[in-house]
């Protein structure tokens, strides 16, 4: 066997992040990718504008002229300068992009950890704090949002395992069904307690059992929702939406959909829902509709006793109006970079790869995988204008809701499509089975992490940022 297929075998077994990283470092020097990495030259991207930019901040940086600085970056900051966050830019290498993009990051990150620590008379606490949060508002931020997809979305903890690891997990997480739990686990567990998180024997997913047939005439669904609801008690704390921001200054989202045709789906947070239970919640978004019941939410008052939230409405699964509700987190978090992890059994065969082949094979492909959607998105809606058949009128607006869904984000996290046991997706897995499903989520993240970190490196910075201050503000008062 050859050095270059030994590598590649490797690359395919790896079963750790610096496993892969090694044989996809290996690789890329065989393959000559290591010099394309330190090539500025590329159509993918404006590197003269880049390169421009590193020069123009050495230069500040060394001279240390703060109001240019603050004037340059409050000028010139995007998170897309030059198109370098082009997907492009990550296909050619199996490891990292253009070593000048990095140069860019870097520099950037150095100017802002320089103004937030300086102790110069001209630049104030109060001014750097007021400049480091408009800035940082305009930049915008990335969020984490975790699909629906039953027992495979136990693949979403593989996904968090090597984000948390690596320094690049999101502050911003929203869960959609199955989602929604794992979301809901992240959010309520800080860093120290989130360690034992990915011990497989720290977990309880015995979630699925079949109800009798009496249960099912009466109308109770077809899944015991008892049991459900015992797994999600059993691995996420009973903690509020507010609750959960202050015990891990993590932001958590989690979609519900109506159960009434005459409502409207909601994203509940510690803005939105505050005092609502994240129990609740995520047991309203995983009622699956025909399989499970509505659920009516719950929250604390003010004396911390459970009580009924909105009790004249019930809610479904998440994922039938927004399984990935890019537009609400937008606007409430302020982010405008979406990392998603997607597991949806319908949904993974039909993503599309985020640089598009052009040709008459890929042509052929989409019209074959892509046009039959359209249309049916198409008909549904025509039903929906046009009909008002009494029961049939709110399943036909949660089968458009569905299909017109966009399910994939900026950089899509995904199983391979032919992973996809549709057979077990509502079954309960063994210790085994959950180790497999972390350990594919781990693999099929490893080849985004760069490219994440990238894309959050300044975001992530402008939040230290702000900590650092935060904390020594609290720390002078004192």
């Excluded at 991207?45 to 901040?57: H, W």
């Excluded at 500040?60 to 970056?73: A, C, S, T, V």
């Excluded at 509709?289 to 009790?311: D, E």
């Amino acid at each position: 066997m050859s050095k270059l297929s030994r590598l590649e075998k490797t690359l395919a077994k790896a079963t750790t992040y610096q496993e892969w990283t090694d044989a996809a470092l290996a690789l890329d020097k065989i393959e000559g990718k290591d010099q394309w990495r330190l090539e500025r030259e590329s159509d993918d991207y404006d590197y003269r504008l880049l390169a421009s930019r590193v020069r123009l901040f050495r230069k500040l940086r060394k001279q240390e002229d703060y109001d240019q600085i603050i004037f340059r970056l409050r000028e010139e900051l995007h998170g897309n300068i030059g198109n370098m966050a082009n997907p492009a830019l990550y296909q050619h290498a199996r490891y990292g992009t253009k070593k000048l993009i990095n140069d860019y990051l870097n520099e950037v990150t150095a100017l802002l950890n320089l103004l937030c620590d300086s102790t110069v008379r001209t630049l104030p606490p109060m001014r750097k704090r007021r400049f480091l949060k408009r800035t940082a508002r305009s930049f915008g931020r990335s969020a984490l949002l975790l699909s629906g997809g039953a027992s495979r979305g136990l693949f979403h903890l593989g996904v968090i395992a090597e984000l948390q690891a690596e320094g690049i997990l999101p502050r911003v997480i929203t869960g959609a069904s199955a989602g929604s739990i794992i979301a809901g686990i992240l959010a309520t567990h800080s860093n120290t307690e989130l360690e034992q998180m990915f011990d497989v024997g720290h977990f309880d997913f015995d979630w699925s059992r079949m109800f009798g047939l009496y249960d099912m005439l009466k109308g109770e669904g077809v899944l015991d929702q008892k049991l459900l609801q015992q797994s999600i008690d059993k691995n996420i704390p009973e903690m509020t939406f507010l609750e959960a921001y202050k015990h891990t200054n993590r932001i958590l989202n989690i979609s519900v959909s109506p159960a009434d045709s005459n409502q409207f789906p909601r994203l509940l947070n510690y803005l939105t829902a505050p005092n609502v239970l994240i129990r609740r919640a995520a047991l309203a978004s995983t009622a699956i509709p025909g399989l499970f019941p509505p659920v009516q939410l719950r929250a604390k008052n003010f004396a911390g006793k459970s009580v009924a939230y909105m009790p004249q409405n019930r809610w479904i699964d998440g994922s039938v109006h927004e399984d990935i509700p890019k537009e609400k987190v937008n606007r409430l978090h302020n982010v405008n970079h979406y990392i998603v992890s997607q597991t949806n059994p319908h949904v993974v065969p039909f993503l599309s790869e985020e640089i598009e082949e052009t040709g008459l094979l890929p042509f052929i492909q989409d019209v074959v995988v892509k046009a039959p959607i359209v249309q049916i998105e198409h008909f549904l809606e025509l039903i929906r204008q046009h009909f008002d058949v009494p029961g049939l009128s709110s399943f036909i607006k949660k089968a458009h809701a569905m299909v017109s869904q966009n399910y994939s984000g900026d950089i899509t996290i995904h199983p391979e499509s032919h992973l996809i046991n549709v057979s077990k997706i509502f079954t309960n897995l063994n210790q085994d089975q959950v180790s497999s499903m972390m350990l594919e989520g781990r693999r099929a993240t490893w080849p985004k992490i760069e490219r994440i970190r990238n894309t959050t490196q300044i975001s992530r910075t402008f939040d230290d940022c702000l900590k650092r201050m935060s904390e020594n503000y609290r720390y002078v008062k004192r």
